[in-house]
């Protein structure tokens, strides 16, 4: 029963496109290393600098690289194919990670230098796997494609923060943690590498159009805008609030690892069946629970601020950055979808643009951590800054919601029906 089960999933999956499974592969494949760097770098300067501010500032020089990047990325395209640049950006998490490991003390300036780097890495890497998503996908099997995704992220975050958590904190016991995170950065490079040459398997087509930037819209867009920052504002939090948190109130990477894999198998699952069998229809529930989860931890975490609190935090988390991430997209590719008909716009003109919303939305979320951490203390603003952004968050629900009915409104705009006559 369940052996057929699976060669069915194998079959639906081998029905999808050859770019669709070459670019599956590549991600499930970078993924591996998705977990070092979104949760054992700041690990890694909290324990080296034992100063949340400093994560803080990292993240933020992240997301000043992105946007920035982003822009560089659209130039490049009309130069250099997709999958080059796309391969590009996996290469610069490692020369990010080597910039942090060989810092002989963690300064502003050496953190900020290795955010810049890691945030061209994220710009070079989401602006080009946005657009092969978004040109390799339909509105129709986007649910499967996130939900698949997803899931082996999921799969993923249950095996390697255990492994190199552990790792580095008994390397940390014998005295050499420093090494162990080297060790560790050299993986991450073998395994970028095994990533590109997947990458170019693929046989990706650049945009068609060149002009990418455009400074007015039509108004739908400016409603995905005002979604993507009410985004940004969480998503700082989302990856470095466990690593502060737990390095702050649980103390080792060995506990950092175990907590990230408690009830990952059970998401994991629970992500692919709902990507498999959702239709379109059903993301502003999936997009709705993923928020509701994420505000009830940010308030368990701020009543409780201790080691349960954490753990808590930690497993409402597993399932509401996954819920969050599987409705987000499809919503946003459907917008774009609709407006590049409809404005007649390169598809990447629009992700491009998005990011100007996601960062506002970081700008914000993480200056009021830091204005709560400079007024008050570290401990103030990682108790109360997620419950403010979370709460925030929750208006998502209600403009992702009026998005999604706009948009049946402008398709059947764009495609009438004809009338019937007797």
């Known amino acids: 029963m369940m052996l057929n089960k699976l060669k069915n999933e194998l079959q639906h999956f081998g029905s999808q496109s050859y770019n669709f499974r070459v670019l599956t592969l590549t991600n499930l494949i970078y993924s591996i290393v998705l977990p070092v760097i979104d949760i054992f770098v700041a690990a890694y300067v909290m324990r080296n600098s034992n100063d949340p501010s400093k994560v803080v500032v990292y993240q933020l020089t992240i997301y000043t690289g992105i946007p920035l990047t982003f822009l560089l990325n659209g130039w490049l395209l009309n130069r250099f194919p997709v999958k080059l640049l796309y391969s590009l950006g996996m290469m610069l998490s490692g020369v990010s990670m080597t910039i942090m490991m060989s810092l002989k003390t963690l300064d502003i300036t050496g953190v900020g230098v290795a955010g810049i780097v890691m945030g061209m890495s994220f710009g070079f890497y989401w602006a080009n796997r946005d657009f092969l998503a978004l040109s390799t996908t339909n509105d129709n099997n986007r649910n499967y494609y996130y939900g698949l995704e997803t899931f082996f992220y999921t799969i993923i975050a249950v095996v390697i923060p255990v492994i190199i958590g552990w790792f580095i ?28 040459a997947m990458c170019f398997r693929g046989r990706f087509e650049n945009p068609v159009n060149k002009k990418f930037v455009f400074f007015t819209f039509d108004p739908y867009w400016y409603k995905l805008l005002f979604l993507a920052a009410l985004k940004g504002l969480v998503q700082g939090f989302l990856v470095t609030a466990p690593a502060m948190l737990i390095m702050l109130l649980l103390g080792q990477e060995g506990a950092l690892g175990t907590v990230q894999s408690i009830g990952a198998i059970f998401a994991a699952i629970l992500m692919y069946v709902i990507g498999r069998l959702t239709l379109p229809s059903h993301r502003i529930y999936v997009f709705g629970l993923g928020l509701l989860l994420f505000a009830v931890a940010a308030v368990i975490n701020g009543i409780l601020f201790n080691a349960t609190g954490v753990i808590l935090f930690m497993l409402f988390l597993l399932l509401a950055k996954p819920l969050l991430d599987l409705a987000y997209f499809p919503i946003q590719f459907s917008v774009i979808d609709l407006l590049s008909k409809k404005e007649k716009r390169s598809e990447f003109a629009y992700i491009l643009n998005h990011e100007t919303g996601l960062y506002i939305g970081r700008l914000a979320g993480a200056g009021t951590f830091l204005l709560m951490a400079y007024f008050f203390s570290n401990e103030i603003a990682l108790r109360y800054a997620i419950i403010i952004v979370a709460s925030l968050q929750l208006c998502s629900y209600w403009v992702a919601k009026s998005i999604i009915r706009q948009g049946k409104e402008i398709t059947q705009s764009l495609n009438p029906q004809p009338e019937y006559h007797e």
């Open 169 to 196: 904190e008994l390397s940390a016991r014998a005295g050499d943690a420093k090494m162990a995170y080297k060790m560790v950065t050299g993986i991450v490079f073998i395994i970028t590498i095994i990533a590109s």
